[in-house]
């Protein structure tokens, strides 16, 4: 039911007309976060199923909190433009926290079935795939750009 919530973000984004914001990552993120957390809740009930819905929540809420100081205006924004791609670097670490949490089911004293490994591990690679490609493209290349630009200048 939480992961359902989660949708009101993409909902807030088109009514606040950022739908640059909704991308496929946004989509594939929340959609396949819904699925799986569905289907581990459902069909492996119990605290293995439960730590990957709780790192996302928290990793939700400190997301939100960016978003809702870089909503209260312009003296909010030096802050929030300092901190913004320490938010997905969180994301980063939750998805390695979730591979070794997952990576758990082939330990032998792990009474999970390994189709919650065979469920979860691509989709955790998938997205940490994915918000690393939104890192290096927002991050790593513009920074590029810049340095690229300034050194230009030089000649």
């Not at 300092?82 to 998805?95: A, G």
């Not at 997205?127 to 000649?155: D, G, M, P, Q």
């Amino acid at each position: 039911m939480l992961k359902l919530v989660e949708f009101a973000e993409t909902a807030f984004f088109i009514l606040r007309k950022k739908t640059k914001q909704v991308s496929g990552l946004h989509v594939y993120h929340h959609a396949s976060t819904f699925i799986l957390a569905w289907a581990a809740v459902k069909f492996f009930p119990g605290g293995m199923a439960s730590f990957p819905i709780l790192v996302n929540s928290v990793v939700h809420i400190i997301m939100y909190a960016y978003y809702q100081l870089s909503s209260m205006g312009p003296k909010y924004h030096k802050f929030t433009l300092k901190y913004k791609k320490y938010v997905t670097i969180i994301q980063l670490i939750q998805f390695g926290i979730l591979v070794l949490h997952t990576l758990q089911v082939l330990s032998s004293s792990c009474s999970m079935p390994n189709a919650y490994l065979y469920g979860m591990l691509p989709d955790i690679i998938v997205l940490f795939y994915l918000f690393y490609k939104f890192y290096r493209n927002t991050y790593i290349a513009k920074k590029k750009n810049v340095e690229l630009k300034s050194t230009e200048k030089i000649k």
